[in-house]
């Protein structure tokens, strides 16, 4: 019997937590373990290596301590972006129903929480569409922009096709627009699968808010955060306590803090990051080329130049991509699929069918996402399972 590898490629959903970041944490689990809040030593200490955390991604953003908030996510900190936002706005009674457009690719934590303040009667939204290739057209947006236009988020990488939004230049519109109008505009990126790959200082982004997650580079999960402009004021979505100005309270997650800060610092070196990421992207052309060259009846779903190294998005005529994923896992193979089971029927994702693609097209649609820690051998490996379980399901499926 053949043996199974273990192949994970599907580091757009998680990274591995790398070692050097663990090494980091585990004294803050059951050595320094102090409640950060505490005005004891123990408390002093875990204090003392939250605003270390704080300082590194601070700097990383090229932005102000202060500016940095922690939450246990990028969820958690697109809804504190959007929700307590609004309920600013609200609070500061600033007139006609406020306006948002957000872009028709976006993950559901900023997607759902549009559409809930849209059926509450508290917005209007646009949704705001891309092109084939996924991105949004300027123009469109300028167009979309009105005078009670009070917010727009467009995520800086797309989770799905990883499609590279651009953020500096949508940034620089709005600032020159806010220089005319009595209204700001405020900025928000989910910029959740950026930070790995894209430029992340603040100052070439234009944004007012930009949130984070822990564990998309190769940090833990439950921890996040959002940047918030000084200047920008949100209302707090959790009451209790008084941390972090009362806009984020809750007890500091220590150990994710500092486990945050420290993959941060990994990627902090420009040139060791720049040399990874052209390693994984090798890995990934070669893998787009093994795939496109052995596979009949393939195509690749988003921009091939504006996108991240370690995305790609295929989608496969005649096969449905659940089936293949779970043919792969069968030989130790981690990928995802653009589709998604609910309520007993397959739905085929919503940034897919925004490009224009078919249901049936979309349902055969494979994420393959690199990571740190693959090489060469995981990507033959895939290739030839991939090209097996796809000439097997073909012949099995009425698609």
Same mark, same amino acid.
């Given at each position: 019997?053949?043996?199974?590898?273990?192949?994970?490629?599907?580091?757009?959903?998680?990274?591995?937590?790398?070692?050097?970041?663990l090494?980091?944490?585990?004294p803050? =689990?059951?050595i320094? =373990?102090g409640?950060?809040?505490?005005l004891?030593?123990?408390?002093?200490?875990?204090?003392v290596?939250v605003?270390r955390a704080q300082?590194?991604i601070a700097?990383?953003?090229?932005?102000? #301590?202060e500016?940095?908030?922690f939450?246990s !996510?990028?969820?958690?900190?697109?809804?504190?972006?959007i929700?307590?936002?609004?309920r600013?706005l609200?609070a500061?009674?600033s007139?006609?129903?406020p306006?948002?457009i957000?872009?028709?690719i976006?993950?559901?934590?900023v997607?759902?929480?549009t559409? =809930?303040?849209?059926?509450?009667? $508290?917005?209007?939204?646009?949704?705001l569409?891309v092109?084939?290739k996924? $991105?949004v057209?300027?123009?469109q947006?300028?167009q979309?922009? &009105?005078?009670?236009?009070?917010l727009?988020?467009?995520?800086y990488v797309?989770n799905?096709i990883?499609?590279?939004?651009?953020?500096?230049?949508?940034g620089?519109i709005i600032?020159?627009l806010?220089? /005319?109008r009595k209204?700001? *505009?405020?900025?928000h990126?989910?910029?959740?699968q950026a930070?790995?790959y894209?430029?992340?200082h603040?100052?070439?982004l234009?944004?007012? %808010?930009?949130s984070?997650?822990?564990h998309?580079?190769y940090g833990?999960?439950?921890v996040?955060g %959002?940047?918030?402009?000084? !200047?920008?004021n949100?209302q707090p979505?959790?009451f209790?306590?008084?941390?972090q100005?009362s806009i984020?309270?809750g007890?500091?997650n220590? @150990?994710?803090?500092?486990? %945050?800060?420290?993959a941060i610092?990994? *990627?902090k070196d420009?040139?060791?990051r /720049?040399r990874?990421?052209?390693?994984? #992207? &090798?890995l990934r052309d070669?893998? *787009?080329?093994?795939v496109?060259k052995?596979i009949s009846?393939v195509s690749? @779903?988003?921009?091939?130049?504006?996108r991240t190294?370690?995305n790609?998005n295929?989608?496969f005529?005649g096969?449905?991509g659940?089936?293949?994923?779970?043919?792969? @896992?069968?030989k130790?193979i981690?990928?995802?699929?653009?589709?998604?089971c609910?309520?007993?029927?397959?739905?085929?994702?919503h940034?897919?069918a925004a490009l224009g693609?078919?249901p049936?097209l979309a349902?055969g649609s494979l994420?393959v996402?690199l990571?740190r820690?693959n090489?060469q051998?995981?990507?033959?490996?895939?290739?030839?399972e991939l090209t097996?379980a796809?000439k097997?399901?073909?012949k099995?499926?009425?698609l």
């Open positions: 019997m053949a043996s199974v590898k273990n192949v994970y490629l599907d580091n757009a959903a998680t990274t591995a937590v790398d070692k050097r970041v090494e980091d944490m585990m803050y =689990f059951n320094e =373990f409640n950060a809040s505490s004891h030593q123990p408390g002093l200490d875990a204090r290596a605003d300082k590194t700097d990383f953003f090229g932005c102000a #301590k500016e940095i908030y939450t !996510g990028a969820t958690e900190s697109n809804n504190l972006a929700l307590g936002l609004m600013q609200m500061d009674k007139g006609s129903l306006h948002i957000v872009s028709n976006e993950h559901d934590a997607l759902e929480p559409k =809930f303040l849209a059926a509450q009667g $508290l917005a209007e939204v646009t949704y569409p092109n084939k996924g $991105l057209d300027i123009n947006l300028k979309a922009i &009105k005078n009670n236009t009070v727009v988020s467009i995520m797309n799905e990883g499609t590279i939004q651009p953020i500096g230049e949508i620089a600032a020159e806010n220089q /005319k209204q700001k *505009i405020y900025f990126s989910d910029a959740t930070l790995s894209c430029d992340c603040l100052a070439n234009g944004v007012d %808010l930009l984070f997650s822990g998309k580079i833990p999960k439950g996040g %959002l940047y918030i402009k000084r !200047g920008v949100l979505l959790l209790g306590g008084h941390q100005s984020r309270p007890t500091y220590v @150990s994710g803090i500092v486990g %945050l800060g420290s610092n990994i *990627i420009g040139p060791k /720049k990874e990421n052209q390693r994984i #992207k &090798k070669n893998l *787009i080329d093994m496109l052995g009846g690749i @779903s988003g921009d091939l130049d504006n190294p370690n790609a295929f989608v005529q096969v449905e659940e089936s293949l994923v779970l043919a792969l @896992s069968e130790g981690a990928v995802s699929t653009g589709s998604a609910s309520s007993g029927s397959l739905e085929p994702s940034v897919l693609l078919a049936e349902h994420r996402s990571g820690f090489r051998t995981d990507i033959d490996y895939f290739v030839t097996q796809v097997r399901l073909r099995m499926s009425p």
